[in-house]
Each structure stands twice: as C-alpha cells, then as structure tokens.
C-alpha cells in the first residue's frame, strides 16, 4: 500500500485500482471539531480536483477535493453518525471515500509523507 497526499490535505492509500481518501491530521487540527460530514453517492463519477465530499466543523465547513479521477465505490456510512471520529482517528478508521482509479498518471503529481510534511512544516 502505498499514501500519498495532496496540498489540499487529503491523504490516498493508493491499493491496486482503488484510492481510500481522507484528510489529513493537519486538516483536522486546523478544522478543530468536526461536527459534519457530508460524502458522495456512491457510482458518483468525480474529476480531479472536484469537489466530491464536505467537512464541517464548529470553526468552518470545507470541500474535501477528489484528487484523483475516478469512480467512488464506498463511502464511511459511520462518519455520517460519528463525525467525531474525523478528529480521533483522521488517518485511519475515518477515511471518507473509495474510488476506482481511473487514470493513475494523475498520481504522479501527488506527494509522498516526506514531501507533504515538508509542505505542512
């Protein structure tokens, strides 16, 4: 499994033809509670930079971008009644959607945890 991450602060862990999405640690801290979450129809077909989820916290509430084109194939359901977990468990059990890569070329411009924390420093 490989994690890349975008410099909007979604993290991909890229496994075979499929993209697990979320937000970074970072984000989360800068959101402060998140209170909401909104996620995509899943068999939604998302462009590269498109706005393809919502996260909203006490603070604000942002677009989450998909960095990828592809298809979602899942989203986190338990988000929908645990938005909280966005905050305990950022990198982890609160991933926010899967998509079937459509054109892995477009993961070339995305940066590797080195690159990203060099970004976020």
């Known amino acids: 499994m490989t ?5 909007d602060h979604e993290w991909l862990k890229i496994e075979g033809d499929v993209a697990t999405i979320g937000i970074t640690d970072y ?5 402060g509670d998140v209170v909401f979450v909104e996620l995509p129809k899943v ?3 998302v462009k590269k930079a498109e706005a393809a989820a919502v ?6 509430a942002s677009d989450v971008y998909a960095p990828i084109t592809g298809e ?5 359901e338990t988000l929908g009644t645990e ?3 966005v905050n305990s468990d950022a990198g982890g059990a609160a991933w926010f ?3 079937k ?16 924390k060099a970004h976020t420093a």
Do not use: C, H
Request: charge should be negative; aromatic fraction near 6%.
């Open 101 to 116: 890569i459509a054109d892995k070329s477009e993961l070339d411009g995305l940066m590797d945890e080195a690159a990203y």
């Open 3 to 7: 994690t890349l991450y975008t410099s």
């Open 55 to 60: 996260v909203e916290s006490v603070k604000a």
């Open 97 to 99: 959607f899967k998509l």
């Open 27 to 31: 984000a989360q801290e800068q959101l």
């Open 83 to 85: 938005p909280g977990l």
């Open 72 to 76: 979602v194939l899942e989203v986190n």
């Open 43 to 45: 068999g939604r077909s």
